[in-house]
């Protein structure tokens, strides 16, 4: 099995910046692509970034210019630094992970638990 573990939520200003960190553990081989996804209450939840395992990043228009996703594939840990931050990015925030258990498995994915972004005054 494979948990993800995010951190790095919380309450912030319109403008201000938050980094938040997914720590993969567990029964890894590889990780293939990692990502953030975000879920707004009364909305479906949406892709924020992703990124490969070589490092190429991808964004929502929406992230572009404000978010940088990184990953640190030493520690099987994704990060997002988010900046500029407006009230329309109020969400519960998920990592998600392809993760290949054995080298002759099929990539999995898995998905933490959340960690909230409010930004209010």
């Known amino acids: 099995q494979v948990q993800l573990v995010e951190s790095g939520g919380g309450l912030v200003q319109p403008g201000g910046s938050l980094r938040l960190s997914c720590a993969a553990s567990g029964s890894i081989f590889r990780i293939n692509a990692m990502g953030w996804y975000r879920q707004a209450p009364g909305k479906q939840r949406e892709l924020v970034a992703s990124?490969?395992?070589?490092?190429?990043?991808n964004y929502e228009d929406f992230a572009k210019g404000r978010f940088t996703i990184s990953r640190d594939n030493a520690k099987n840990t994704v990060y997002l630094q988010m900046n500029s931050l407006k009230p329309e990015d109020t969400a519960v925030y998920y990592c998600n992970a392809a993760v290949r258990a054995r080298e002759w498995t099929l990539p999995k994915d898995y998905w933490g638990q959340g960690t909230q972004v409010t930004v209010s005054s």
């Open positions: 990124i490969t395992s070589s490092g190429s990043p």
